[in-house]
């Protein structure tokens, strides 16, 4: 599902009306996930696939598993930090056990 990222900058306005989103992606054969955040979710998991991101490519296929939207890069920049955190990490397996994506373990 997708979740609205809410950032607290007081008096930040936006001038792209461009949305960013933050991504997981799980390896289809292996038990390694990637969090990265792109205007184009869809097209950055076609780039994972193909082989053309150094920090993925000996880990495709994969799949998108999780995903939030953003308001701007800024947004989506602060909340990918934090996914990559270990209790963003946390927040994350929280989320997919709930929803029924992983098993409980």
């Known amino acids: 599902g997708k979740r609205v990222c809410v950032c607290a900058y007081r008096g930040f306005e936006s001038h792209s009306l461009r949305m960013w989103y933050i991504y997981v992606i799980q390896s289809i054969n292996y038990s390694f996930r990637y969090t990265g955040m792109s205007e184009n979710p869809s097209i950055r998991l076609k780039s994972h696939n193909a082989g053309k991101v150094k920090s993925t490519k000996a880990f495709k296929p994969f799949k998108i598993i999780y995903k939030e ?36 373990g």
């Open 69 to 104: 939207v953003c308001k701007d890069r800024l947004c989506a920049r602060k909340r990918e930090k934090y996914l990559k955190s270990t209790s963003g990490r946390r927040f994350i397996d929280k989320k997919l056990h709930k929803e029924g994506f992983l098993p409980d």
